[in-house]
C-alpha cells in the first residue's frame, strides 16, 4: 500500500507539472499574440488618419480644381461672343 500511494502521489505530481508546464505555455503564446495584435491596431490607426488627411486635401484639391474649369469656362465663353462681335462688326464694314 504504501509504494502505491507513493507511485500514485510521484504521478500526480508529474500531472500537476505538466498541467502547469501547458498553462504556462499557453499565458505565453496569449501575451505575445496580444502584443503582435496591438502593434497592427497601431498601424491600423495611422493608416486611417493618413487616409482621413489624404481625403480631405483631395477635397480641397477638388474645390480648387473646379473653380478653374468655371473661370476658364466663362473666359472661353467671353471669347467667344468677342469673336461673334467681331465678326457681326468686319460683315458690317463690308
Known sequence: ????????????????????????????????????????????SRRHAVIKKLVSSIGAEQKSIINQFEALTNLVEKVMQLRDSLLVMVLILD
Open 1 to 44: 500500500m504504501g509504494q502505491t500511494f507513493v507511485f500514485l502521489l510521484a504521478m500526480l505530481g508529474l500531472l500537476g507539472y505538466f498541467v502547469s508546464k501547458i498553462y504556462n505555455e499557453m499565458n505565453r503564446l496569449n501575451s505575445r499574440v496580444n502584443r503582435n495584435f496591438s502593434g497592427i491596431d497601431t498601424q491600423l
